[in-house]
T-cell receptor, first 110, second 114 residues
Framework: DAKTTQPPSMDCAEGRAANLPCNHS???????VYWYRQIHSQGPQYIIH???NNETNEMASLIITEDRKSSTLILPHATLRDTAVYYC???????????FGTGTRLKVLA | DTAVSQTPKYLVTQMGNDKSIKCEQN?????MYWYKQDSKKFLKIMFS???????INETVPNRFSPKSPDKAHLNLHINSLELGDSAVYFC?????????????FGQGTRLTVV
């Protein structure tokens, strides 16, 4: 049921920026884009969310294209502890039910 | 202080038994969820409660019965456990289910049915 498409895996060198893309071409005007990550078998961790403007917090930045059909999560200085599966989620309008897809497995390399 | 806590962390039980998993959140949130993550690592929503009322039930077998004694707690009771129920179960909460409110997850309960 996921409305998003992400690459299955990515590698990133430690200290470099990790840019994780997500396509959500069927997104509706009032639907938000959320990013979560799951480190090993821990509980999913909320990272950031946005509607149309770019967003930044202490963990990451979220860049949403003007047409809102895709977005990129940026981890500015990736560390080994950022190795995880990253999920881009667009909850169904009116439900805020998080449908997790297969995500992107990010491996940060020393 | 753990925001969303689940107990137990691990649960091993025999087929046919009845078991419960407890979840508590101290965030003052109105909405709570149960998710199941199977061996293939797919995370699927099972239930959601808002202020003790069921708002989402994702065609889960009726052997699974959530119970919310108050808005800070959402427990999951499973009757007649089957091998296929083996999974990691995650509880989550969000401020409410309207507007942009992120969910915060517990650390999971790994259920093994033997």
């Amino acid at each position: 049921d996921a409305k998003t498409t992400q690459p299955p895996s990515m590698d990133c060198a430690e200290g470099r920026a990790a840019n994780l893309p997500c396509n959500h071409s069927t997104i509706s005007g009032n639907e938000y884009v959320y990013w979560y990550r799951q480190i090993h078998s821990q509980g999913p961790q909320y990272i950031i969310h946005g509607l149309k403007n770019n967003e930044t917090n202490e963990m990451a930045s979220l860049i949403i294209t003007e047409d809102r059909k895709s977005s990129t999560l940026i981890l500015p200085h990736a560390t080994l502890r950022d190795t995880a599966v990253y999920y881009c989620i667009v909850p169904r309008s009116g439900t805020y039910k998080y449908i997790f897809g297969t995500g992107t497995r990010l491996k940060v390399l020393a | 202080d753990t925001a969303v806590s689940q107990t137990p962390k691990y649960l091993v039980t025999q087929m046919g038994n009845d078991k419960s998993i407890k979840c508590e959140q101290n965030l003052g949130h109105d909405t709570m969820y149960w998710y199941k993550q199977d061996s293939k690592k797919f995370l699927k929503i099972m239930f959601s409660y808002n202020n003790k009322e069921l708002i989402i039930n994702e065609t889960v077998p009726n052997r699974f019965s959530p119970k919310s004694p108050d808005k800070a707690h959402l427990n999951l009771h499973i009757n007649s456990l089957e091998l296929g129920d083996s999974a990691v179960y995650f509880c989550a909460s969000s401020q409410d289910f309207q507007g942009a409110k992120p969910a915060f997850f517990g650390q999971g309960t790994r259920l093994t049915v033997v």
